[in-house]
């Protein structure tokens, strides 16, 4: 997976949430623009999540992004999940 890949789907304009696939099985979910960033090397990711947990991702070990139907936005009055 390359960087440019990843760095195409984080600052798409509308956001689409998406899956971050690794090669370990693990999946992180980038719901938001804002939840994640990219070192300045752009060897490794940051993903943040709501529950305020974080995930260094080496980006070579990223085997897969997963499009998420949506925005990212909830609807106004929509519960989290």
Known sequence: MTLDRLRELHQARPFQRF???LADG???PVDHPEMMAVAP???TV???Q???TFSWVDVMLVTELEVRPGNGRRK???ARP
């Open 26 to 28: 693990r999946s992180i």
């Open 41 to 43: 090397t752009g060897r």
């Open 46 to 48: 940051g993903i943040f």
């Open 76 to 78: 106004k009055g929509a």
């Open 19 to 21: 899956i971050v696939r």
């Open 50 to 52: 709501r529950d305020n």
